[in-house]
């Protein structure tokens, strides 16, 4: 038995009549009435009483008129779902994180795609940049909110956001009431570092540049979070390079100023290269657009 043969056997339960179901089905009457003579045999049993004028369903009938018009109901949701599926509408999308995107970057792409995509469920987790590698390559991730580089070329990384680094100074720091602030100024200055191990990149940049100054930073303290930065800037343990949007970060104790010589910080959104996911092509499509107008150059 197959769709066609429910769909024959309920326009002519609904029709009452094998001339106009064959014209609502688009087809002529003999091989209709053929159809349901061969569903008749395969269930064995009779589900239509044929005279001249129309037909009536049998007690059998009439209990298969039900089933049959819920599966084809049931069966007319799968194609639609398959669809929508097909479309990026449907299903699962497990998302990485660092920290300082929930600062920006992360809510205005969370909520583009809630209302694109309200079918799609999001499981968020907050992971470190090299945490977010391994969770790709191991399929524990589809996409992640990365702070670029990435080491392997098994993971396509796209830049979706540009800021610039500012320093976090206790409010009653000596270089909070400075009209500019560069590198050189750093020099014998207490820093709060986010750990190596959480952003590469700016621990990198922040000590090769202060060595190309002539010196190497005072290191007071590490943390491996944004917010635990701030809160030992708030506490007066030293000063914090850290991206712009840091500010949203809000402590009364604690002031950003510009600072030169620093290059803008990149956020980049990664996943694997050969993954063709309809979900995560959307999302993709939501990461660049969301955030476009935010750039800051």
Not at 73 to 80: G, I, K, L, N
Not at 149 to 169: D, G, K, W
Not at 177 to 204: C, E, F, H, K, Q
Not at 271 to 278: A, G, L, Q, T, V
Request: with cysteine.
């Amino acid at each position: 038995m197959e769709l066609r043969h429910l769909m024959y056997f309920v326009a002519v339960a609904e029709e009452r009549h094998f001339g106009r179901a064959a014209q609502r089905l688009q087809m002529t009457q003999p091989p209709l009435s053929q159809q349901i003579r061969q569903l008749e045999e395969e269930l064995g049993v009779t589900l239509l009483q044929r005279n001249a004028r129309r037909v009536e369903l049998t007690p059998a009938g009439e209990v298969f008129l039900d089933e049959a018009r819920k599966v084809l109901a049931q069966a007319e949701r799968a194609v639609e779902l398959a669809r929508r599926a097909g479309r990026g509408e449907l299903g699962r999308l497990r998302v990485g994180f660092v920290g300082s995107a929930t600062y920006d970057v992360l809510p205005a792409v969370l909520r583009m795609f809630r209302r694109q995509r309200p079918g799609v469920n999001v499981v968020l987790q907050e992971l470190s940049t090299p945490q977010q590698e391994e969770a790709l390559l191991d399929d524990r991730i589809d996409v992640g909110f990365v702070r670029p580089p990435m080491s392997s070329n098994l993971i396509e990384v796209t830049v979706v956001h540009r800021s610039p680094c500012v320093l976090a100074l206790p409010a009653n720091h000596p270089l909070a009431n400075r009209p500019s602030i560069g590198l050189a100024d750093l020099r014998g200055v207490p820093l709060v570092m986010l750990a190596r191990s959480t952003w590469a990149g700016l621990y990198d940049t922040v000590l090769g540049l202060c060595r190309q100054h002539g010196f190497s930073p005072e290191i007071q303290q590490e943390a491996r979070e944004f917010q635990t930065v701030i809160g030992l800037v708030a506490g007066g343990l030293g000063v914090a390079v850290v991206p712009a949007s840091a500010r949203n970060l809000h402590s009364r104790d604690v002031v950003y100023r510009e600072i030169g010589g620093l290059p803008d910080m990149e956020m980049g959104v990664a996943w694997r290269r050969k993954d063709s996911s309809p979900v995560l092509a959307a999302f993709l499509s939501v990461a660049r657009e969301a955030v476009r107008p935010r750039d800051e150059g």
